[in-house]
């Protein structure tokens, strides 16, 4: 009997149908009999501190339950970030938040509650409540945050909330050798996630007299300690449910909204109550990608040689610790995981500000780093007359290069590879030889590429513990129970097909849960940093083998044959050596169960603790045209070329990478957070925050170098996030090659390509005249 197996299949999401159906139940969709609805009162500045509320007014509006100020609340400070717990104190998250505060210091800051019996209700009677402020100076940037004199933002803690320096050689001695220079500063935006559903959480007693929480959370166990700590109470008192997930993209791996509704919950006797935030509030006072400035300089010889690459970071936390110095500190790991060089300073400071609080989004930082870094390396390639991707091919790591800041091998390091294979799929030759036709007149055409490295996951920095659980049930299917987190991007499925791989079944025959639960599921600290088909597939591939060697033992037993000749193929038990059947896996799971000798239920489960990584690569190529006169930039053709080890699920890996590309394309070109002087955001709509729809995108093309990692569960490496790491500096290295003009601040919006443009008399008062 052949054996086909699942792994590289491109199998059906087994949650497509009740989605597209419009059946699949997420939080806000289940029924709960006498549910209540709280809103959140938030400050209408962005740095001061609450004096005095007056909520008389807002206690007679109808249907007022409760009314909740800081002082109703636990006063135990709080850390929101996703982390696991840290057994060393000072290497712990920072905890700086409270649950309602006076002390404002982001514009939207959560200030009082109220609870009524519809959602209407709660909003009117929020609009009711008076609050006098004492105003203090506003921060936006990490500059005016750090200046002589300037205000601490939080009073126990100095505005700097961490600078570090990592690297090695002498870079002041590397770059004096060097035959150039190059000296440049990068700036990037406040990008927002825009998942498809906003936060929203569901808090009840449960019937044991715990306090349950349906939310969506990419972090379910860590959510559940997270409350704990934020109500001062053991983790074991909560239970956290996760349904299916509109998308997160690491918003939801912050806990930006559960503390609240259980403690709305708690105010109100254990009556359920829902808080779910809108739009306007999830774009706004949720989490953000981090603005971070980048001073940069790189050293190169004549020969394509680089001797020094020196980085001076300043990332914008705004007004909350949240995730903080571990996005901006972490670029100086994967600079050198990608290039070769003498001498390498990554210096870096992570600063309070008065704008919103920055926390985790796909890419964790790398995106930004990535894009200073590719651009300055572009801009070296043009220094010293060198073909860009030849430069950047002659500079990268080699296979089996071990990092020196990370100590991580680097096998199967493949970003020559995926230069090669896109410099061909994307006719990067034809195209750049087409674009000196448009080097002139109002329409310039030009290509540009940029790289990316990125882990697969958070070793040796994070911890990487992961459970899974498999159980045999009487018709020979199975139920796989895991922590890990399906929150749109297919997990689910690709876990069923690494089971259903090692126990011999159709992908279908192996069960997934839409609801996470912790007091049911093994424990998983969630879906983040591209680490779940990776760490948690060590898990499922653990007790998927740990099944199968029971299965084959429970038939030894019943059939009289000795285990090591029996094999699982196509749900039939066989003999190994010649493939003849000597039961169904139906029959033998039924046996199994109520056999009067051998009866007895079959379950399975592994826990793993990975101390391994497996880094991964890529790059994207792009075509632009821009229009010097207006500043227009349209994409006409883009392509990403991935280094992501086996694809478990070429169809799903397929809209991992579309579906990064488009959000790496709207962060390099249009999609930015704004604020006036006072930190108000200015375009935390829809209409105004510009994500870009089908008709702004031009075919999303895709290529994998395909190369089994050797320390992976199955070969694959990590890719949820990569496709977003090199899309913008790829669109900007094309600009400049259209334009011959650097622009260094993304995003590479209408205004500032035009402004460049004329800056740079690329268009002259005449060009403008004659336009006219």
């Not at 996703?82 to 309602?100: C, F, Q, S, T, W």
């Not at 990419?218 to 996760?242: D, L, Y």
């Not at 090692?502 to 049911?520: A, E, K, Q, S, Y």
Request: glycine letters at 8%; proline letters at 4%; charged letters at 25%.
């Amino acid at each position: 009997m052949e054996k086909k197996g699942a792994i590289g299949q491109s199998e059906t999401r087994w949650d497509a149908i009740s989605k597209v159906k419009g059946t699949a139940m997420f939080t806000a969709d289940f029924p709960v009999q006498n549910m209540l609805h709280g809103k959140i009162v938030r400050s209408t500045i962005a740095h001061g501190r609450v004096l005095e509320f007056d909520i008389s007014e807002a206690e007679k509006m109808p249907g007022v339950v409760k009314i909740l100020l800081p002082e109703d609340m636990p006063q135990n400070q709080f850390a929101t970030a996703g982390h696991p717990y840290n057994m060393i104190p000072e290497k712990r998250d920072v905890a700086d938040r409270l649950i309602l505060t006076r002390d404002v210091r982001v514009y939207g800051e959560e200030i009082a509650a109220v609870v009524a019996k519809t959602e209407l209700q709660a909003v009117q009677a929020a609009e009711k409540i008076k609050v006098t402020y004492e105003e203090y100076p506003v921060y936006l940037s990490p500059k005016e945050s750090m200046a002589e004199g300037a205000m601490r933002i939080h009073k126990e803690r100095d505005n700097v909330i961490a600078n570090t320096k990592v690297g090695f050689g002498d870079v002041e001695e590397e770059l004096a050798k060097a035959d150039y220079v190059l000296k440049e500063h990068f700036s990037t935006g406040v990008q927002q996630h825009v998942h498809m559903e906003n936060q929203v959480a569901i808090a009840y007693q449960s019937e044991d007299q715990r306090w349950t929480c349906i939310s969506s959370t990419q972090i379910p166990h860590i959510c559940r300690r997270i409350i704990g700590e934020a109500m001062g109470m053991p983790w074991s008192q909560f239970r956290v449910k996760k349904p299916f997930i509109g998308g997160g993209f690491g918003n939801k791996q912050d806990v930006t909204i559960e503390p609240l509704a259980v403690a709305m919950t708690m105010a109100c006797g254990g009556r359920p109550v829902q808080l779910a935030i809108t739009r306007e509030e999830s774009l706004a006072f949720t989490r953000t990608r981090h603005a971070i400035d980048y001073d940069v300089q790189i050293g190169v010889n004549k020969d394509g040689h680089i001797t020094a690459i020196d980085f001076d970071v300043y990332s914008n936390q705004g007004g909350y610790a949240s995730h903080g110095h571990s996005i901006g500190g972490k670029g100086g790991t994967f600079i050198h995981a990608l290039y070769k060089s003498d001498a390498l300073r990554y210096a870096a400071k992570t600063v309070y500000t008065n704008i919103a609080t920055a926390g985790a989004m796909r890419g964790y930082g790398i995106p930004q780093v990535m894009y200073a870094l590719e651009s300055i390396i572009d801009d070296a390639a043009e220094k010293i007359g060198m073909d860009p991707i030849e430069f950047r091919m002659m500079n990268a790591q080699p296979d089996n290069f071990k990092n020196t800041i990370s100590k991580i091998k680097q096998k199967n390091f493949l970003i020559e590879e995926c230069l090669k294979k896109g410099r061909e799929a994307f006719e990067w030759d034809r195209k750049l030889k087409d674009s000196l036709n448009y080097k002139s007149g109002s329409k310039r055409r030009g290509v540009g590429v940029g790289s990316f490295s990125y882990g697969s996951g958070t070793y040796p920095f994070g911890l990487e513990v992961s459970g899974a659980r498999l159980i045999l049930i009487q018709d020979g299917r199975f139920k796989l129970m895991l922590g890990a987190t399906e929150i749109g991007q297919g997990a689910d499925t690709a876990f069923s097909q690494m089971a259903a791989e090692i126990l011999g079944v159709p992908t279908n025959h192996v069960i997934r849960d839409f609801m996470t639960d912790t007091d049911v599921d093994p424990f998983d600290t969630g879906a983040y940093a591209s680490r779940q088909s990776y760490i948690t597939g060590f898990a499922v591939r653990e007790a998927a083998e740990e099944m199968k060697q029971k299965i084959v033992e429970r038939a030894s037993d019943i059939y009289d044959v000795r285990p090591e000749y029996l094999d699982i193929v196509d749900s039939q038990i066989i003999y190994a050596y010649d493939g003849e059947v000597v039961t169904s896996l139906a029959d033998l799971a039924l046996a199994s169960f109520y056999d009067m000798q051998h009866g007895q239920s079959i379950v399975a489960e592994s826990a793993v603790n990975i101390h391994h990584n497996a880094y991964a690569s890529g790059c994207t190529f792009a075509e632009v045209e821009v229009d010097v006169e207006t500043g227009k930039v349209d994409l006409l053709s883009v392509m990403n070329v991935h280094d992501s080890g086996k694809i478990i699920n070429p169809k799903l890996a397929g809209g991992q990478v579309e579906g990064g590309m488009a959000m790496g394309i709207a962060y390099g070109l249009s999609e930015g957070l704004r604020y006036n002087e006072k930190g108000k955001p200015l375009n935390n709509n829809l209409l105004d925050y510009k994500i870009p729809t089908t008709m702004d995108l031009p075919e999303l093309d895709f290529e994998f170098v395909e190369e089994m990692d050797p320390l992976a569960p199955f070969g694959n490496k990590a890719l949820g996030e990569n496709p977003m790491n090199s899309p913008a500096q790829a669109i900007r290295n094309a600009v400049k090659n259209a334009t011959n003009v650097a622009i260094n601040d993304i995003p590479l919006s209408t205004q500032r390509v035009f402004e460049h443009m004329k800056e740079n008399n690329v268009i002259t008062v005449k060009n403008q005249a004659d336009a006219k």
